[in-house]
């Protein structure tokens, strides 16, 4: 496989094999108490195996697959897209394609994803997971970099999922707000970065991106939001 995919493997990482709820739980470090994404995973409706073929396929060519939102984040966003009706959805970071195909699989007929990714191999391959799905109508992939992307399109976007470079997120969301439909959410995910937004001593551009963009959309009387401890921290907002 191409080098794109290929990357440091993060200090916080853990990968935990096991044969619960699909196979393998493949997690940053928790926020929760030890087992506990392992036994919500196993709680979780199995992803469907092209889903799962994805994930392994990601695992066995890049070492950055941790990146993928996995089994429970996966259902979670397919659940919001369900649960909101959402027909048009916009995605800021596909790496393979995982979160897209889990978001495509709630999207009714004639509903549509945009997915932005910035790296072509990624993009390529992508692509080929998406033309050989069953949502291959439902999903359209813009390689480049996000916000131009972002600022090209008109919306109105149902919900806007935020997983791409973290140190954009403070542009991403204000280029996503005007664009939101009257009910539409953002979602933007590892906003507690393992934790680590907790602890001062640890300082990092990424790091101290998330802990910006968390005290902004704190700050916005635009917005009402929750931030979740699902997985690495995931913010939902919505326009007051
Ligand atoms: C965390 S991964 C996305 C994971 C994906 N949502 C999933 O669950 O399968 C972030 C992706 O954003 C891409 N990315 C980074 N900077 C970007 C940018 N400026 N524009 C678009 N994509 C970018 C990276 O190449 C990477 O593939």
Redesign the pocket.
């Known amino acids: 496989m191409r080098a794109p995919f290929k990357g440091g493997v993060r200090g916080n990482i853990r990968i935990v094999r096991g044969n619960l709820g699909g196979g393998y739980v493949l997690a940053v470090k928790p926020v929760t108490i030890p087992g506990i994404e392992e036994y919500a995973e196993a709680h979780t409706t199995p992803p469907p195996a092209y889903l799962t073929q994805l994930a392994e396929a990601t695992r066995a060519m890049s070492d950055e697959a941790e ?3 996995g089994v429970v984040e996966g259902r979670f966003l397919e659940l919001l897209v369900h649960l909101s009706q959402a027909t048009r959805v916009l ?9 897209a195909l889990a978001m495509a699989a709630a999207l009714p007929p004639g509903g549509r994803i945009v997915t ?4 072509e191999a ?1 993009g390529e391959y992508a692509q080929r997971q998406f033309d050989g799905s069953p949502f291959a109508d439902r999903i359209e992939l813009r390689v ?4 131009e992307t972002l600022r090209g399109l008109a919306g109105p976007f149902d919900l806007v ?1 935020v ?3 973290k140190t ?1 997120y403070v542009d991403y969301y204000e280029a996503a707000l005007p664009r939101l439909s009257e009910r539409g959410i953002i979602v933007a ?1 590892n906003t507690l970065r393992s934790g680590d937004v907790l602890d001062a001593t640890q300082r990092s551009a990424t790091l101290d991106a998330i802990r910006a963009f968390n005290e902004h959309v704190r700050a916005d009387p635009r917005v009402v939001s929750v931030m979740l401890t699902i997985r690495d921290g995931v913010t939902i907002i919505r326009k007051a």
């Open positions: 990146m993928l939102v995605e800021l970071g596909t790496f393979t394609g995982y979160s932005c990714e910035l790296d990624r480049g970099p996000a916000l999922f997983d791409a470079d954009g995910d």
